[in-house]
């Protein structure tokens, strides 16, 4: 382990997985190098901070090779992060339209969400399974979020499931949160006080699509063990309360502050 | 007083202000004669949601006359909403270039914000004061996001002003809290414990441009007597700061629940 030094902070930020990061060095990626070389106009020298979704820290890099298509650097000391939530957060939005669902997938990433599991509901607009190329973009998406908002890790996008698939999954984890904007009964204070009487670890959230889930729908949630949750007397569009709602629950329940990893 | 009625919640809901709404008539603009005739291809007969920005309940009006550029409706019962919350939180988001801060104004409105002041500071990218146009349109944001969110207001979207006037005026109403993002002491959960112990009936937030603020610029909030309070461990763009940091505010100020308003 390289021992914490006082460095200043490089202003940019890149992940790189584990497997490019060796015990010194740093090997970024074709795209990663165009982005170095030509649209920040860095060269040889200069340092930029790395994480590669393992480590404790952030590594600051020199850079020592670059191209417009190569590039790879040493690491020349450590620097603190904040550490990522001891809740894992794992959000479940529905599939919205192209651009909405972009709009989601980053700020769900801002805001500390661990993974996210587009899901395929009944009132969705987006009906088809996403392609590959559109994981893709998620993916990618997700990793320049962590990378601006100083995640620790890069969270998955995962492939879409539909609804009743994507509850049998996250009942075997943890507490499942399921937010209906016509529930009456239990408001999210009181869903995420029990949250923390259980000291759940793993907390699934699900929102659904602009219209809304359909009763068949909540009665499925609630067969799967959900605690059906109204956000609060505001009618959230679909693509604010995912952040919103994972926003606060984060700020329930990490109470303690940001302790480290266990 | 009207009695409240058992009436079924129509689906479409309009502001008209105070002054076109009579004893048991209501007047709808020529734009919202447009909207009900030609985009929801509503007729005499049909019902809407109507809330005037002061009574406690929203009215259920029937349409009478409809034509593309007038419209008309008489009060057939009142129906219950959620209250507006106890707490005034005005946001003094920072100018951000069109489209952002068009988002803004709708995610605010969203999550219960009771005003909107845009903020030109030194690192805005948006120097110049916005025009009339760009001011009414973001008022019409406002209110659109006020109808579909069933708040009981439209939140007023005021001029824009530069820092210090803002960060005085903020000053003389109750609690201000200056988001930072280098902020290490006051993580915002503090802030709140110290605002709910005030009993503060207003809440100023601030939260700076992309670029974040100057130096300078938190000194001065400093001196005008702000709370600098950190957002938490991850960065989030400004545009996701300032409608998560109402929403958590709201969400920790409204723990008695939504009590209807003194």
Chains 1, 2 share one sequence.
């Not at 649209?39 to 820290?57: C, K, N, S």
Request: proline letters at 6%; aromatic letters at 4%.
């Amino acid at each position: 382990v390289r021992n914490l030094v006082a460095l200043d902070s490089p202003k940019h930020r890149f992940f790189v997985p584990p497997e490019e990061v060796g015990d010194g060095d740093v090997q970024f990626s074709a795209q990663q190098a165009h982005q170095l070389a030509n649209v920040l106009r860095l060269a040889a020298g200069d340092r930029v901070r790395v994480f590669d979704g393992r480590a404790e820290t952030d590594h600051v890099v020199e850079i020592t090779r670059l191209s417009s298509t190569a590039a790879s650097g040493s690491i020349v000391g450590d620097i603190e992060r904040a550490a990522e939530p001891t809740t894992r957060v794992v959000a479940y939005p529905a599939l919205l339209a192209r651009d909405k669902f972009d709009q989601v997938v980053q700020k769900l990433v801002e805001v500390g969400v661990a993974s996210i599991v587009p899901v395929l509901s009944m009132r969705s607009l987006v009906r088809a399974s996403p392609n590959a190329r559109r994981r893709q973009r998620w993916q990618r998406i997700a990793q320049e979020a962590a990378e601006q908002s100083g995640r620790g890790i890069v969270p998955d996008v995962e492939e879409a499931v539909p609804l009743a698939l994507a509850l049998t999954r996250a009942a075997g984890c943890g507490v499942v949160l399921f937010a209906y904007e016509q529930e009456r009964e239990l408001p999210l204070r009181a869903a995420l006080a029990q949250v923390r009487g259980r000291r759940a670890r793993v907390v699934s959230l699900f929102v659904g699509p602009e219209g809304g889930y359909e009763p068949a729908e909540v009665a499925l949630a609630r067969a799967a063990g959900a605690s059906i949750v109204s956000l609060g007397p505001r009618i959230l569009r679909t693509e604010t309360a995912s952040p919103v709602l994972v926003a606060i629950v984060l700020y329930e329940l990490e109470r303690a502050g940001h302790a480290s990893r266990p």
